[in-house]
């Protein structure tokens, strides 16, 4: 999709896939390096679902390219030796249990 969009960008602001995906990936390394040499830790990342979807892919090609990971999901990343792995992608559990909570206090 990146390089279809490079094809008809008048404006010149759309990337060719490989420098997009370098930009993902080493965008998300650059966070977790700094977390690292701070001694480690979590790191809370915002972003479109494109991009974490993306990311996914780069990490772990077996997933798809478009994984339907929503806006507001969660997707929880693990940094160990200059390799990331997915410990969750695009989980929306959180919602499920604060839609049951809203659904019993409006039958209250």
Known sequence: ????????????????????????????????REVESSGGGNALVVSHSMTIGTLAYLVDENITKNPNVENGSVTV??????????????????????????DRENQE
């Open 1 to 32: 999709m990146a390089n279809g969009l490079v094809e008809v960008d008048s404006a010149g602001w759309a990337e060719p896939w490989d420098k997009l995906s370098g930009r993902i990936l080493e965008g998300f390394e650059a966070i977790a």
């Open 77 to 102: 990343l693990e940094y160990e030796d200059g390799r990331f792995s997915i410990q969750a992608l695009g989980d929306v559990s959180y919602r499920q249990v604060g839609a049951a909570i809203l």
